[in-house]
């Protein structure tokens, strides 16, 4: 497996505590030193991969140059080396790009530290008696005796309450995530950071791309380097393939690089989500074997946590039983890597609001770009274009504000109240287009889903779309190119035009899990009461148990937000009690492999 700990200090006793630490983590753990000088240790994993940046500090994980090959780096360049030097390791962002984390070692200047904006390599950070620690996973902090599994209630309120702002706060007691783009320093006075990489350069009106065809060209262009670069070492690869357009992009992109690919898909038993007509229709416009997994309710109870605990409760349950099958079959096809368009809609530009008509008002005024954007919007969402007309009037005037999602209805009052952490982006800058806001509010809250990707012990998890150099390029695409000719993620649409097959091209829907999470519903109604009736949840006053049972009453049919916000509170149930289990490596659910079903 990949994984690091890093441990920094500032004196002399803290140097002790690093340095027997640091050999009980090589001697039972079997880590390896990537740096060691004389105030900061980072040791890994064998399988990890890093790079020295000269002698003053180590990039973890994979690298890539910013020109138009987009080669991975095997060693850093001197000119790289002195410009990170005098930036502490903020030139980077610039320099390179990739799934990595940066730490930097100088005489007489904190220690720095840099995550990338993908997020592609996690960071927690805890203190450890005189230590600065940083670590991969919680579980690994638990395993290595780094990490007491304390929770933080305050941090569980907000997680449930509002989860939609991915802040950096966990929760677990004492720790804290380095969310992606950070710039961290640590030294004597304590821990400080900035937002070193900022979405808002990109999204500034006057960096907006003016042409729509360079802006078609720049997509393609783009997206296939990326993938490209992301694929270049990983032999044949699974792809995650839905039959939507976001995954049809990726194969596309894999195929066009030349690699090997072999592709999967789920079906429910539910009709409405079998998407086998349309993955084939990729898989045959690129030549590769299609497997289809039945995505099977699980016998056991649908919430218990996985293998291994993350920062936070774990998430929905389609994404663990995806993992489970992925990594069955990623296994049994000995692939080399995992690929998927997550992150697709938001990085793409897939609002669901009158948002890009709004922002061609605000860019252009009331001219012929704004007629465009709201006839585009009506044949998009199906209404006249007087209701697209006079809602892109309402959010141009009153622009958007973020806030979380609406709390559970399941919570209880104290819960509700609790006050949510602000993400370092937001409020957005003045002058900022309502699209280019819904858009880095959507990406903001995407990096939840970045936590314990289980697949990942296999093989590493590849997501091209939300690459940083494809999220700072969609920055710069004004938000109403993005629906023009009443689609979609059209820019894209339209960079693929020749290649994608004309259902998917012109396809509308998606498909529909209600069926698979109304079964899961019907078979463990009484478990789910069961499970949160007394437990730790209720017992710290965060549950308004009255909604619950009224909710999940034998005759009380399923309603898809409450089955979602019901699953969210009993995984966190979960959670919190194996958390004293956290010391033991968690294994892989037994159940795991007969709930493979092969449906060639």
Not at 223 to 236: F, I
Not at 244 to 270: F, N
Not at 375 to 380: E, K, P
């Amino acid at each position: 497996m990949a994984g690091y700990i890093a441990l920094a200090w500032h004196d002399e006793f803290g140097r002790h505590e690093g340095e027997q630490f640091a050999t009980n983590l090589r001697h039972r753990h079997h880590l390896v030193a990537a740096l060691e000088t004389d105030r900061l240790i980072v040791l890994v994993h064998r399988q990890q991969q890093y790079l020295a940046i000269g002698k003053a500090g180590v990039i973890i994980g994979e690298v890539f140059t910013r020109d138009d090959n987009a080669a991975p780096v095997d060693a850093i360049s001197p000119g790289i080396v002195e410009r990170a030097k005098r930036t502490s390791g903020a030139s980077l962002l610039t320099d390179l790009w990739g799934d990595y984390l940066a730490f930097l070692d100088q005489p007489d200047q904190p220690i720095a530290l840099l995550r990338d904006p993908g997020g592609g390599i996690a960071c927690y950070t805890s203190p450890w008696g005189r230590l600065r620690t940083f670590f991969s996973s919680a579980q690994l902090a638990f395993e290595t005796g780094l990490l007491a599994p304390v929770v933080d209630w305050i941090g569980v309120s907000q997680h449930l309450a509002h989860g939609t702002f991915h802040t950096s706060r966990t929760c677990l007691s004492e720790v804290r995530e380095v969310l992606p783009g950070t710039h961290c320093r640590v030294a004597e006075g304590g821990l400080t950071h900035d937002t070193a990489w900022n979405p808002w350069r990109f999204a500034d009106p006057k960096a907006q791309i003016r042409d729509r065809g360079v802006a078609v060209e720049l997509m393609r262009a783009e997206l296939l380097r990326t993938a490209r670069a992301l694929s270049h070492a990983d032999g044949p690869t699974l792809l995650e393939l839905s039959g939507g357009l976001d995954s049809s992009l990726v194969g596309l992109s894999l195929h066009h690089a030349g690699r090997s690919v072999e592709c999967l898909t789920l079906v429910t038993l539910d009709p409405g989500a079998d998407e086998r007509r349309y993955a084939q229709l990729l898989a045959d416009a690129i030549g590769a074997p299609l497997h289809a997994a039945a995505l099977l309710p699980p016998e056991d109870d649908p919430t218990l946590p996985g293998r291994s605990l993350s920062a936070r409760p774990a998430g929905h349950i389609l994404s663990r039983i995806a993992d489970e099958l992925f990594e069955h079959y990623g296994r049994a096809l000995d692939v080399k890597g995992y690929f998927g368009g997550g992150g697709g809609d938001y990085v793409l530009c897939y609002l669901g609001t009158s948002a890009p008509a709004a922002d061609a008002l605000r860019a252009h005024g009331p001219g012929r770009t704004f007629r465009q954007a709201v006839v585009d919007l009506a044949a998009l969402y199906r209404c006249t274009i007087w209701k697209a007309g006079r809602l892109a009037l309402v959010k141009a005037w009153r622009g958007v504000h973020p806030s979380p999602a609406s709390p559970s209805r399941f919570l209880s009052r104290a819960a509700i109240a609790t006050e949510p952490d602000l993400h370092p982006w937001f409020p957005p800058p003045d002058g900022a287009w309502p699209g280019k806001v819904e858009q880095i509010i959507a990406i903001a809250a995407g990096y939840e889903n970045l936590d314990a990707r289980g697949r990942a012990v296999h093989a590493p998890t590849r997501q091209p779309l939300t690459a940083q150099p494809m999220i700072e390029l969609c920055l710069t695409i004004p938000s109403w190119m993005s629906i023009a000719g009443g689609r979609n993620r059209a820019v894209a649409r339209d960079a693929f035009g020749h290649d994608l097959p004309k259902e998917i091209l012109n396809r509308r829907t998606k498909g529909d899990f209600s069926g698979f999470n109304a079964d899961v519903f019907g078979r463990n109604r009484a478990l789910l009461l069961k499970t949160l009736e007394g437990g730790e949840l209720d017992g710290h006053g965060l549950l308004d148990l009255d909604a619950i049972r009224s909710y999940l009453a034998p005759d009380r049919p399923m309603m898809e937000a409450g089955f979602a916000e019901i699953l969210k509170l009993a995984s966190a149930e979960h959670w919190v009690r194996a958390l004293g289990d956290a010391g033991q490596p968690h294994q892989l659910r037994e159940d795991a492999p007969s709930a493979v079903a092969s449906l060639r």
